[in-house]
DNA sequence: CCTACCGATCGGTAGG
DNA sequence: CCTACCGATCGGTAGG
């Protein structure tokens, strides 16, 4: 909104950007590997050479899409920890974040990308993804914590912070959104599905 | 053991199968698309244009590697869907032959690759795999079903099958064979983990 | 950001 | 199953 930086105007699009969306949409689609750079190109309407005068590399925008994933994740599923409600509702309120980044519009692609293509990131940066990865996981064992604490779980080890994660991640297998279940119903039959309580209809 | 079809003898090994399983290796290691077939050839010490003589294309090799993959899954879980035993036993039974087979090292290669490159498959053998794979899952629906009629589970829904599924499969993310946590073990959790049940230690 | 290009590599094949 | 090869395509670059 304000001008920190040198912010975009209509005028002047910011065509990085545009790479990084267009790539991020790529990579989810074909892979990382089966994408070309003349893919890419042709979606942001450049020659095929022109992608490397804002990127050094294939690898380096590999990068940016995965890092855009996890930010987004990060900073959705923090904003719903930091809600204050019971337990039971600040992580009914992170399923949703999490799920809304990895199934919605917005941020599907970039999450797609960071679960399937990570492996070809370059070591470095894979292992500053992997640091982030820890740091965002470490919140979903907190709130594990809390609702053991609070009698709704029998087991908050980190085993069913794995289950727990896969069972999330895997509704980029299946998920449609143009399917019956809406991301907030899904939500809520996984805490339903986690805490063991039955829910009507 | 005994000698249906053109039985291999130690004189004669089976190359084929040798290339299916070093494309499976490489296909879970470095994904379809980034595997080369000079990389297959030199894993079973071919030279580059050897291994058309037994495949028509590498999408074949890679046809190969998935059927292979599920057909071992569906195998051992079915067996373990009909050995016999109350729901919960049957449960833990069938948990524990899909992770055997995701997770050891006789079957994980093709597993890795069912899951992470089926995208790359041609539209036709996909169909197939899909058709399979909706096959396989309905042993799932089955056994939730039974699991709900003892009261076992609150909810049988599809997206309960969906949520264990994706608990299932992501365990190759995480699963190391040489850590602390062995696959019966993975099993017994996520089964007290569905059931809701507290598990001793 | 485009033009024009390069060396490397790729899947696949003919002929034996 | 090997030898020798082909046309296509790839990531990336020099120069403007």
Known sequence: MSTRKRSA?????????????????????????????RDIAKAVDMQSGSPFYHFKTKHDMLRAVVLEGIAAINDAVIKAAN?????????????RAHLDQLLGSA??????????????????VLAE????????????????????????????????????????????Q???????????QIAQQLAAFVLGKKRRG
């Open 9 to 37: 105007t209509a005028d002047e699009p910011n065509r990085r950007a545009d790479i990084v969306r267009a790539a991020g949409r790529l990579f989810a689609e074909k892979g990382y590997a089966a994408t070309t750079i």
């Open 83 to 95: 809600s204050g409600g019971t337990p039971r509702a600040t992580f009914e309120a992170m399923l």
């Open 107 to 124: 941020g599907r692609d970039f999450a797609a990308t960071l679960l399937h293509e990570s492996r070809h990131l370059d070591p470095e």
């Open 129 to 172: 993804v992997t640091a982030l990865k820890d740091r965002y996981e470490a919140m979903w064992q907190k709130v594990l914590k809390d609702l053991k604490r609070a009698g709704l779980i029998a087991d908050d080890s980190a085993v069913t912070r794995l289950f727990l994660m896969g069972a999330l991640n895997w509704t980029v």
């Open 174 to 184: 299946w998920y449609r959104p143009e399917g019956a279940q809406g991301i907030g």
